[in-house]
């Protein structure tokens, strides 16, 4: 067999080049060059999906945590069945790496009607890609080196995922090794522009007797979220964050946080220290409906300052090619420690001890009480939709991750992603929340989950029922026949998907029996064993926190 190098091997060591371990996808005849070669190389592990939604979204659970992934799937039916997984990406600025296997070049010219093709045409695929990929390459032999480096630096810098059509003959194209590394530097500030901005922004600083800073997810994105807590630190500057930036690592435990911003909600203590605030610091703010009221993202005034990834604003003033990383190191140099007015502590509720009532069914508040209790530090919880958004509202240990598509929104979303970030560092405990609806759009993964031996906890919520759907109507809550599902033994599918494996699955409907539950799924967790809780909950429970949240979205589009 020949051991030549060629552009799939290229394409390899570039992403062993950006730290890649896994790669995802389904296979497929297309792109079995490259295949074979994944399947010899010693640095990167495939990791087959039950189909190819699941892959992207096993991808982007994997760059949330390492900060690149990676798929590979075939031409049409496969890139096009991965195609929402990549537009979430898009939408929440994730880098991910979307590889499809195409035909040899001289059959797509020809428009020869091969299989997974549109009657012969294969350009519509690369324009679907176009609209939610910051890049795309179509590779040939003579350009294919080149476009890769492109593409892939592209992906890097700009957070944001990229398509690479890989036709099947180009795959095996000789090729030379690279000889230098990809361009990965982070953009520098213009010195013009950041010197003008310090001079306004530190006066500012210094004046203002109650600032506050808001935290957005593109933050998180760009991994600088110790440097706004080691601002805040250095400064006693107290900082928020928004439902977004729950999942950028922050550490709730940092003394100047306080809390999670919810919008402008009376009665809010994180909402009032925002209103009277007199210097609002925005960082890396997402322009999302949920930002509103005083930190509403079109708002431009002399006390708010908008400190974005690539550029800044106060008020009406624009400073551009302004990094926040840079403006962030040099607040930390120029800025002395002062003490305010107010403390953190003001925006903080203590949350109080659990004690199980015998034979009481579960309800949504008591389950997120106790769920809140039985998180540990640097834990990993990936969250889905609905119902599951409590989890939001729960305050974490130190260093707790939360993953969520809040801003995409896909239900289902979550149990590719757990497995996606489970590969990334098993030291770490991963927690899995999902609905009984959105676990039957992706329930396939569980069984990749258990091939990996991977050793999740996944607490499944069982309603029967959409019923975030039922709360979100603008004419208030109503029950719809089209949002109910079949019921499944939930945890009985655990042990049906189990072959070797020797997972553990419960079903609870008390609290007594959530208690007992919770010490098993510890236990079976430290042996390695992966858990699924089904916890059975009536219809039309809402938690107190997505209750309210759905109110306040509610009245602000009647408004």
């Not at 590969?423 to 990996?452: C, K, N, P, W, Y």
Request: charged share 20%.
């Amino acid at each position: 067999m020949s051991t030549k190098y060629t552009v799939g091997s290229y394409l390899l060591d570039r992403l062993k080049e950006l730290g890649i371990g896994h790669l995802f996808g389904v296979p497929g005849d297309y792109a079995f060059p490259f295949f074979d070669l994944i399947e010899k190389t010693q640095d990167i592990s495939w990791i087959g999906n039950c189909n190819e939604l699941n892959g992207a979204y096993a991808a982007d659970g994997y760059a949330r945590i390492h900060g690149i992934g990676a798929f590979v799937v075939t031409c049409g039916v496969g890139e096009l069945s991965a195609a929402c997984g990549v537009a979430g990406a898009y939408s929440e600025q994730v880098p991910v790496i979307a590889i499809a296997g195409h035909p040899p070049k001289q059959a797509m010219e020809s428009g020869l009607n091969t299989h997974h093709s549109l009657r012969g045409d294969f350009s519509g695929f690369t324009r679907i890609y176009k609209e939610f990929t910051v890049a795309q390459a179509i590779l040939t032999p003579e350009n294919a080196c080149q476009e890769i480096d492109r593409v892939l630096e592209a992906c890097w810098l700009q957070k944001l995922p990229v398509y690479i059509q890989f036709p099947k003959d180009v795959q095996i194209v000789p090729a030379q090794p690279p000889t230098k590394k990809l361009a990965l530097s982070e953009p520098v500030s213009d010195k013009t522009q950041l010197a003008a901005l310090l001079e306004r922004l530190l006066p500012l600083l210094s004046a203002a007797r109650r600032p506050v800073m808001l935290v957005d997810i593109w933050v998180g994105s760009d991994h600088l979220i110790e440097l706004v807590e080691s601002f805040a630190l250095k400064s006693g500057i107290p900082f928020a964050a928004t439902f977004n930036a729950k999942s950028a690592f922050v550490d709730e435990t940092h003394p100047q946080y306080l809390g999670t911003y919810p919008g402008d909600v009376e009665g809010n203590a994180v909402s009032q220290l925002i209103k009277e605030a007199d210097l609002l610091l925005r960082l890396g703010l997402q322009p999302l409906e949920s930002n509103v009221g005083r930190a509403a993202f079109d708002l431009r005034s002399p006390d708010v300052v908008d400190l974005r990834i690539d550029s800044a604003a106060i008020g009406t003033s624009d400073y551009p090619n302004v990094t926040l990383r840079d403006v962030l190191m040099q607040l930390s140099e120029l800025v002395p420690h002062r003490q305010f007015a107010f403390s953190s502590q003001q925006a903080r509720t203590p949350s109080m001890p659990f004690e199980p009532q015998h034979d009481t069914a579960i309800t949504q508040d008591r389950l997120w009480q106790r769920f809140g209790q039985f998180l540990q530090s640097d834990d990993v919880v990936v969250v889905d939709q609905g119902m599951c958004s409590a989890v939001m509202g729960i305050p974490l240990p130190a260093r707790t991750r939360v993953m969520t598509q809040y801003s995409w929104a896909a239900i289902g979303y979550s149990v590719p992603a757990v497995l996606g970030a489970h590969l990334v560092d098993q030291s770490r405990r991963h927690l899995l929340v999902v609905g009984d609806g959105g676990f039957q759009m992706t329930a396939q993964e569980l069984s990749t989950i258990l091939r990996h031996e991977l050793n999740p906890i996944i607490f499944l919520l069982h309603n029967s029922r959409y019923e975030i759907e039922n709360a979100i109507r603008p004419d208030g809550f109503k029950e719809m026949k089209y949002n109910e599902i079949q019921s499944w033994n939930y945890h009985q599918l655990l042990m049906d998907f189990a072959q070797t494996q020797e997972p553990l699955g419960l079903c609870v409907t008390t609290e007594s029996e959530l208690e007992t539950a919770l010490i098993q799924a510890a236990q079976a967790q430290t042996e390695g064993k992966c858990v699924l809780i089904e916890v059975m909950l009536a219809p039309n429970d809402l938690s107190a926190y997505v209750a309210d949240i759905l109110n306040k979205s509610l009245e602000r589009q009647r408004t």
